[in-house]
């Protein structure tokens, strides 16, 4: 039950809970209002006194918080305050545009979110003509992308995978969210004639390696361009 003020109704709690409960509310509402980036449970219960139920307390200031300006979003499994999606469009007009990326990049930044770990190689591949590594740094200037590891084939190309703040940026709560086949078709994204046999990948942005890859500090002295000089 609730109050007609939205909060949780805590008649039932004794007077010492509702208050260390009020108190508690409080504290974690502060430390995310003052954070410059998302937090995640483990950290809000480190800085909050012993025996905090944190979890309860972001449900209920996420509910709190539901009909308003503000809410309380979980994106990449972090807590953070974002304006109301409804809103986003006042933003616009105060928000200077970062610098907009070409189709390529956009083309390229897809391509890494839907098959990571995937080689620059691998990009030119899926997409049917050449990327430039400029094209790379720009993604990585802008933190949604990293270097992962190396494949383990010759040259030992850099894979390349997305990161926690590509997550934060598109508002998704992990790469899973990304839109599937019948979702990008709705959004008029993808031609509706589509061949029957065309699949969007399930998208894994998993941190640890995968058998074909090595970390980046084994053979760190190649660099990307040994892709083309190796014949990759």
Known sequence: MTSEDGQPDLVEQS?????????????????????????????????????????????????????????????????????????SYLMHRNVEEQRKLSRAALETLAIIAYHQPVTRAEIEEIRGVSTSKGTLDVLLETTWIRMRGRRRTPGRPVTYGTTEQFLVHFGLENVKDLPGLEELKGAGLLDSAVPASFVVPTPNDEVALTEDED???????FDDDAEETAGV
């Open 15 to 87: 007077g010492e809970d509702l208050h260390a409960d009020l108190a508690g509310q409080r504290m974690v509402e502060a430390l995310l209002f003052a954070s410059n980036e998302p937090l995640s449970l483990e950290e809000l219960t480190l800085r909050v006194p012993e025996g905090t139920d944190v979890l309860t307390l972001l449900e209920r200031l996420q509910k709190l918080y539901e009909p308003r300006g503000v809410n309380l979003v979980r994106l990449a499994g972090k807590w953070c305050f974002r304006t109301a999606e409804d809103l």
């Open 215 to 221: 970390p980046l500090e084994d053979g760190s002295f």
